[in-house]
């Protein structure tokens, strides 16, 4: 088949992660795959055999994008069109209902603003939710309850024994105003405490945005203020498994936590808006039906998210004796060559 994915921007972050390798897993399964985005850091990642057009996303664009994309599936005779983000699916159904083209879309944030738009809603043919939570929620929307499906992210599954670094924790998340409050709560009232008990611990901050500088800037701070490099900011990382495998924590949610579940690393599920636990097979389904968000839970402060790295430190043998098992887990149910599979069928459906 030929499809088309749309997503405004191919830099870091969830969607963007999750689309490059399900394009390179439908890719290796025979489907001839065009990806249409904001150029970024994630198109060195792509396959070769991949076809991936540049086109700038933007709402001042709106009649040149809508122009351009239905060029683009009549020229190169698209059988489904797959969209990703909010504007992208908004241009899709448009394109989509014009080309008279199957349209796929999924959400991988909050339904109210993926499908905000009352034309997405009506020509979706398919939505696919990578949260069972989010897809539940959904109810507000009754007109496209017969389109759901629930499925989630996919990743590759490492056999890569790595080398674990003595105590470190990895936090990876976008770097933008909003992401990256938990780093400097982390640096600014929780690093102090934790090297008191635990000397040679080291922090490594992954991921890309505007605010990377700031976090560099308070980071440097610290490093100099205990005289050792405690703060390890390794910013953008084309694969961010190669950066946070020595890891013997990794703090996050989502794919990051999918992905380093599926490498044997313990995870505490904590974003800016919610602080869960650290993820074992008693609690997996609960994370597992939320994409490894802490649903229902508190935002993060110091104390409780310090009580939270504690427990894990104090507890590491278990933790990870856990997370072995879990690898398992995640194989069985996210391996990225069985979700693309199941999204092939959907796609199969459609055509």
Known sequence: MRIL????????????NHLCVLANSLDAIG????????????QSRLSSSIKFIPLQLRSLLFLYNILWIVYYVLHYKIQIIHAHQRYPIHL??????????PLVVTVHGRSQYDLRSRFSRKYADKIIFVSQFVMENSIRFPEIQKKVVYIPNGVLISTIKSVKKICQVSYVSRMDSKH??????IIHHILPRLLMDYPLLTFNIVGGGHQLEVVKEEAQRFNQAFNKEVCLVSGFQSNVMESICPSVLVLGVGRVALEALGSGIPVLSVNRKRLGTVINTENFPFYKANNFVA???NPPDAETLLAQIQLFLTNQLYFQTEANELQSYVDEEFNHLKIASRINELYKELV
């Open 5 to 16: 994915h749309i997503i405004k921007n191919f830099d870091f972050g969830g969607a963007e």
């Open 31 to 42: 489907n001839e795959i065009y990806l249409i985005g904001g150029q970024g850091t994630q």
């Open 295 to 297: 649903v229902g839970h």
């Open 92 to 101: 899709a159904s448009i394109v989509g209902k014009i080309t008279r083209t």
């Open 180 to 185: 990256c409050a938990v780093v400097l709560m």
